[in-house]
């Protein structure tokens, strides 16, 4: 009987000590980007010295502060008026023009190097897409 009550005592304390376990639940924290549109009209563009075929915009963007300039990612993609369902990510050549970007904080510059006299995307207006996404500084 003595083992009998042992045996039940044991049990029951086990299964009080396993029960009282909490669970612990992870927080990620979530950064998310933010995206922001701009259109681009053809008197915008600025030729890089006559007959280059280089062409520059300047976008203003207050948005692109230190912090996502430091440790965040700025992508930009390109809506062109013949092809309004779809964006082009760039860096990328598209109907024989090179389209790629830099940026600082405050500014993005959108380029187009035109490779052929028939390209004529600059021509018309493009909607920019320029997406900011915020990230942790990983250290260096």
């Not at 669970?23 to 933010?34: A, R, V």
Request: aromatic share 10%; proline share 5%; net charge negative.
């Amino acid at each position: 009987m003595k083992k009998i009550l042992l045996a039940l005592a044991i049990g029951s304390i086990s299964l009080l000590t396993l029960n009282s376990c909490t669970k612990e639940y992870i927080t990620n924290n979530f950064l998310p980007g933010i995206t922001y549109t701009h259109t681009i009209q053809p008197g915008d563009w600025v030729e890089d010295g006559v007959g280059s075929g280089v062409y520059a915009v300047d976008i203003p963007f207050p948005e692109l502060d230190a912090q996502y300039y430091n440790f965040g990612t700025t992508q930009v993609a390109l809506e062109f008026a013949n092809s309004s369902t779809a964006f082009d990510a760039i860096p990328a050549t598209i109907r024989e023009t090179h389209y790629s970007f830099s940026y600082q904080v405050g500014l993005v510059t959108i380029f187009a190097e035109t490779r052929s006299p028939e390209a004529d995307d600059i021509d018309r207006p493009i909607v920019v897409k320029i997406t900011l996404t915020d990230a942790d500084n990983g250290g260096n």
